[in-house]
């Protein structure tokens, strides 16, 4: 299973922007696919429009297989 990072989130108010970390045992996952799926969840969970995100960070690190795989995030305002 994913670990995901589990600092406070706080939301900030109009446009946005997101960060996303995802650390995967192989090269062959593919970065931009986990997206569109977590930044579903993470708007339903702290209650925030997903329209309201203007910009996407997306970065991958392969960990090898003795480390377990793990999701980061950081949510801010866009253009800040």
Known sequence: GFLLNKERVVIPEGKLEIHFHWGFHTHASDVDNCCKILMDILAKKYKFNDNTV???????T???NQVPEFIRFKIMSYGK
């Not at 203007?54 to 991958?60: H, L, T, Y």
């Open 62 to 64: 392969v960990v090898g």
């Open 54 to 60: 203007f910009k996407i960070v997306s970065e991958k």
